[in-house]
């Protein structure tokens, strides 16, 4: 919370969600940037959320938080709950309700270090349907981003790509 006062009013603000910290805590930093005029995306991270009974409690969190949106990651916390992936979580979401106005998805145009790209590719296209975004990974090479993005449009992927 300490470097907000560096950033412009009404700032959008992303905040991840640390296995050695816990969603509890990422979850505690939105709320503070929401109370302070700020806009807290957090990252839901699957792993870190343990069963059904915890994500409600979270969600009802961020309601009351009034944060309206998230970005749902698989995370790497080393022993998961009930959801191993980000795919679970959406599909849990979507379950029990939530009141976010926008959800955010990681895409991945270099692949991922412990991921395969047809395992990769294939839970991107499940999770587009629950979602209202895809974010990319820290990515220096435009041509990657592009020629990664023409393919997923050829698939008929269409969500945005911050």
Do not use: N
Not at 22 to 28: D, K, N, P, S, Y
């Amino acid at each position: 919370m300490d470097q907000a006062a560096y950033l412009p009013p009404g700032s959008t603000v992303s905040v991840t969600a640390s296995p050695a910290k816990g969603i509890e805590a990422t979850v505690a930093l939105c709320e503070q940037l929401q109370a302070a005029g700020f806009r807290a995306v957090p990252h839901l991270s699957a792993r870190m959320i343990r069963d059904r009974s915890h994500l409600a409690d979270l969600i009802a969190w961020l309601e009351g938080a009034g944060v309206d949106r998230a970005l749902v990651v698989g995370g790497d916390a080393k022993e998961p709950g009930d959801f191993p992936d980000g795919l679970s979580l959406l599909r849990e979401m979507a379950d029990i309700g939530h009141p976010l106005s926008e959800i955010g998805i990681p895409a991945y145009p270099q692949g991922h270090a412990f991921i395969a790209d047809g395992p990769l590719l294939d839970a991107l296209r499940e999770k587009a349907a629950f979602a209202s975004y895809m974010t990319t990974q820290l990515c220096f090479d435009p041509a990657a981003i592009t020629s990664w993005i023409a393919a997923r449009r050829a698939e008929g992927i269409t969500l945005p790509v911050h």
